[in-house]
């Protein structure tokens, strides 16, 4: 079928002994393709907000993404297949697809960029700030910002402090240093990158 502005579209087909399962390969991603997309791309802003991700919810969001990423490729690959012409507009159908490709790319240069992480520290700064100022006379607190912390303590001779998020990274300790004057100091189970500013992730070896 041809619209008024001549595009031809697919859409699931509705010809007798049509089967569900025909119907679902003939259009573009629906709407709980597109729910599920955004639901685990705000999870993964989460889990990649600190350094090596939160294990668990990395492993879930990482089988959720693959899932959706299949289901994708098998509509895109298998709608020529099973579609059928209708009469709405192509763009309709492209701005469906349009939206969940985009989501999926907006979680991945959010996530891979460190943005979530930059985003996460400069909410925890004023609280890492104060307890660095008087770090040997303040208790750690159960928090920083959105970060629960699970060991916290300062530089020593130099300003700033550094502090391990509960449940982050795998194979050895993961959080973040606050150091205004560079590069903090540290043995040689511990290693820095710098995040931004005064910012740097911290690895501790077991």
């Known amino acids: 079928m041809v619209d008024a502005t001549g595009n031809k579209a697919f859409k699931p087909g509705r010809t007798p002994g049509d089967s569900r399962f025909r119907r679902w390969f003939a259009g573009p991603p629906g709407w709980i393709v597109g729910v599920a997309a955004a639901v685990t791309a705000l999870f993964s802003l989460w889990t990649y907000s600190v350094p090596g991700g939160y294990v668990l919810p990395l492993l879930a969001t990482t089988s959720v993404w693959a899932l959706l990423l299949l289901a994708v490729g098998i509509k895109a690959v298998m709608q020529p297949v099973f579609g059928v012409r209708r009469g709405r507009p192509r763009w309709h159908d492209w701005a469906r697809w349009g939206a969940v ?31 660095a100022a008087d ?72």
């Open 101 to 131: 490709l985009g989501i999926m790319v907006a979680a991945v240069g959010l996530t891979q960029s460190g943005a979530c992480m930059r985003a996460g520290t400069a909410w925890a700064e004023p609280a890492v700030a104060a307890y």
């Open 135 to 206: 770090a040997s006379a303040a208790e750690a607190p159960d928090r920083f910002g959105p970060y629960r912390v699970r060991r916290a303590e300062d530089l020593g001779d130099q300003a700033g402090a550094r502090f391990l998020v509960e449940g982050a990274g795998f194979l050895n300790d993961r959080g973040f240093a606050y150091s205004p004057d560079g590069t903090p100091p540290g043995s040689a189970d511990d290693a820095y990158e710098h995040l931004s500013g005064p910012w740097y992730t911290w690895t501790r070896d077991f």
